[in-house]
């Protein structure tokens, strides 16, 4: 849960400048199937938020929240 609450600070700049590269450590939560960072990751993928537009790696980081979050 860290590790997300780090990575939603630098993306939305809660207490520290935004840096949407350092947000990007949400891949470290969503490696390990935390279902709020797989959603952020999959944000960050579609937009292309700090890291290089992936459609198919949104899809992915999305399917992976979907399974985590809504069948649990």
């Known amino acids: 849960i860290g590790i997300v609450i780090l990575g939603y600070c ?4 809660i207490g520290i400048k935004i840096d949407n590269q350092k947000a990007f450590k949400y891949q470290n ?8 960072a797989q ?8 937009k292309g938020d700090g890291i290089a537009k992936d459609i198919n790696e949104a899809i992915y980081w999305y399917e992976n929240y979907q399974e985590n979050h809504f069948f649990k």
């Open 39 to 46: 959603n952020n990751l999959a944000l960050m993928y579609e």
């Open 29 to 36: 939560a969503a490696n390990l199937g935390d279902d709020v």
């Open 10 to 13: 630098y993306n939305n700049g």
